[in-house]
């Protein structure tokens, strides 16, 4: 590898590492938001409310883009929107230019500022967004592209990050959902990290107090330089790995785990970037280990883990579980139990039965039955209870 890769390489370094030690149990998502950037391609970040998300990008971000010079800069560094239902498209893409259409110029969006002229982008609660947005979205995340009125521009998009707090089964956001080919599960941390987690927390609470509710960070690398990092794709040697990787997708389809055929051409690019990140530009079946987060449900990154193992070094085959323990779901089960006895209006008790719902699936769907049998037992009589007083 060049000289002049390997110094961004150790740039993006700095960055993963600063991250790593910012937030707690989070290191793979910054390792794979890091190798998103390289391949430029999306990522969808699924998990519970409160989990760091939207301050994780925000940071990395701050770190991996230059700052905006002035508000005249035709490209802005980081752009993030909470969509729901009523998200309208002039939130995202900018307001309608009234006086070029009065004066017979046609219509367009006046961009500015909005998420056509960003590199960086977060979208949270994605699933949420209308018809109207998703339609300009699929084209923006898989083409660059934004038709503006009559006009097709490119946008400057390099990595757009999409949260949500729950999975969708809508067939409608199929298309949408594809175009993310990672997708990672961002979870309250577990008991054993809780020390760090409050020390580090508080230690960020500190900085915000100091700063004004803001924390500023001088940028590490940029745009300029992971767009360097991108094109070097075209130079990784993928000929190693490229009977292993169509084997690997044929088994993983094989186990009902879809996987388009545009998916599995961007996970192959994804696979060059985690080479990148090491310094190399020849990919090896070590690199194979990105594909553990290519699931469409959490009950699938078992099955992927176990696939993908024989490839994977001791430091890269450690077991990832999306699945949460049968304390914590049985902890979930009692505050359901506790809610029932005091539910108020339909709206409260549309919510509750929403919120027993997701979690008679996630147990349904738990490798370890045995554990959780009980646990859905006394849910599935909570349901029934509570219909009955109805």
């Known amino acids: 590898m060049r000289q002049e890769l390997k110094n961004v390489v150790s740039d993006l370094d700095d960055v993963v590492n600063l991250l790593q ?59 993030e929107y909470l969509l729901t239902r009523f998200t309208e498209p002039n939130e995202l893409f900018g307001p309608v230019d009234i006086k070029s259409f009065r004066d017979g110029a046609g219509y367009h969006r006046i961009c500015a500022g909005m998420l056509p002229r960003a590199e960086v982008v977060f979208l949270d609660e ?20 934004f038709y503006n009125g009559g006009r097709l521009e490119p946008v400057p998009l390099m990595l757009l990050v999409g949260a949500t707090n729950e999975m969708s089964e809508d ?106 990140r090491q310094g190399r530009l020849k990919a090896e079946c070590e690199d194979f280990w990105v594909l553990r987060h290519i699931w469409n449900n959490r009950a699938q990154a078992s099955v992927l883990n176990d696939l993908l193992q024989p490839y994977l070094s001791d430091k890269r085959a450690a077991v990832v579980s ?37 979690l008679r699936r996630e147990l349904k769907g738990h490798s370890q039955v045995e554990l959780t049998v009980a646990v859905l037992a006394k849910l599935e009589k909570l349901i029934t209870e509570t219909l009955e007083k109805l």
Not at 127 to 145: D, G, M, P, V, Y
Not at 323 to 351: C, F, K, M, P, Y
């Open 126 to 145: 994605i699933f949420k967004a209308n018809s109207a947005i998703l339609n300009a979205l699929l084209t923006i995340l898989n083409e660059r592209t």
């Open 322 to 358: 999306l699945e949460r323990e049968s304390e914590v779901l049985a902890g979930e089960l009692t505050q359901l139990e506790n809610r029932a006895l005091n539910l108020q209006g339909d709206i409260d008790l549309a919510d509750f039965l929403h919120q027993c719902e997701r």
């Open 21 to 79: 030690n910012s937030f707690v149990a989070k290191d793979e998502i910054i390792e794979m938001l890091a190798i998103s950037a390289i391949a430029q391609e999306h990522l969808l970040l699924a998990g519970p409310p409160g989990t760091g998300k939207s301050e994780l990008i925000k940071r990395f971000a701050q770190l991996c883009t230059a700052p905006e010079t002035s508000a005249e800069d035709i490209n802005k560094p980081y752009f």
């Open 171 to 276: 067939p409608d956001l199929a298309a949408l959902y594809d175009r993310f080919p990672v997708r990672l599960w961002s979870d309250n941390i577990p008991d054993s990290h809780f020390d760090r987690l409050l020390l580090r927390g508080w230690q960020q609470e500190c900085l915000k107090i100091r700063e004004g509710h803001q924390i500023n960070l001088s940028n590490i690398t940029d745009s300029k330089s992971l767009n360097r990092l991108h094109q070097a794709l075209n130079e990784v040697d993928f000929n190693a790995v490229f009977n292993p990787y169509r084997e690997v997708i044929r088994q993983i389809r094989s186990e009902g785990i879809i996987v388009s055929d545009r998916r599995a051409v961007k996970l192959l690019k994804l696979v060059g970037a985690a080479a990148i």
